[in-house]
Structure formats: C-alpha cells, structure tokens
C-alpha cells in the first residue's frame, strides 16, 4: 500500500523557516518522482518542486525558486522540502505526492496538465505570522 506521511509544518515568524518532510513507503522509492505542493482554503491546489529519484533533478515553480529546497534521502525514503524567508502568504496546508511518472512532468506536477499525481499524503498545516 503507497503511503505518504507529512510532518513538520508548524508556526513561525514572517521571515522565519520550516523544513517540512514526507516519509513514503509502499512503492520503489529510488524509481519514484514526489512533488510538494500547497492549498489554501477555497483556492486551487499549488505545485511548488519536484525532484525525481533515480537521478536526483530537482524542479521549481517560480513562486518559490530561490525560497525553497527540496532534498532526498533515499536510505530514509524521505522527501524534504526547506522553507526559507517565509511570509504570511505562504500560510497553507503543504502535501507531498508521488507522481504517475517516473520523472517529473512538468504538465503533472504543475497540476496544470491531463494527469494527476495519484497518491497523496494528508497535508501538513504551515503558518507564518506577521
């Protein structure tokens, strides 16, 4: 069974940072492609980065190159996305998913083409206080 679990979201200062992780299991991880991304109540879901496993590139939306960071741990399973110089707007539920494809698709993971990650781990909430 894929799972995905989100931790590390939290409450911090504007201009503060969290390191968000999610720990995936059920699937081959190293062959795997996950994505971040965040929701804000009554909007439409974000992707923010994405990072393929099996060779480790790494893609970012505009919104957040240069603020965020994701990493890899493939002898933990774990996808970790670095939050840095946060603001108030950044304050939203942040989710990880594993992508259909092995690689990250830009009209997938953008949420902006025909396919749609499959699974995805329950969220986790960060806020940033003014």
């Known amino acids: 069974e894929v799972q995905l679990v989100e931790s590390g979201g939290g409450l911090v200062q504007a201009g503060g940072s969290l390191r968000l992780s999610c720990v995936a299991s059920?699937?081959?991880?190293?062959?795997?492609?996950i994505a971040w991304f965040r929701q804000a109540p009554g909007k439409e879901r974000e992707g923010l980065s994405c990072?393929?496993?099996?060779?480790?590139?790494?893609y970012y939306a505009d919104s957040v190159k240069g603020r965020f960071t994701i990493s890899s741990d493939k002898a933990k399973n774990t996808i970790d996305l670095q939050m840095d110089s946060l603001e108030p707007e950044y304050t939203r539920i942040y989710y990880c998913?594993?992508?259909?494809?092995?690689?990250?698709?830009?009209?997938?993971?953008?949420?902006?083409?025909?396919?749609?990650?499959?699974?995805w781990g329950q969220g986790t909430l960060a806020t940033a206080s003014s």
């Open positions: 998913a594993l992508l259909q494809n092995p690689y990250c698709a830009i009209y997938e993971w953008s949420l902006k083409g025909h396919e749609r990650p499959d699974y």
């Open positions: 059920g699937f081959s991880f190293a062959d795997s492609a």
């Open positions: 990072i393929a496993n099996f060779d480790g590139f790494t």
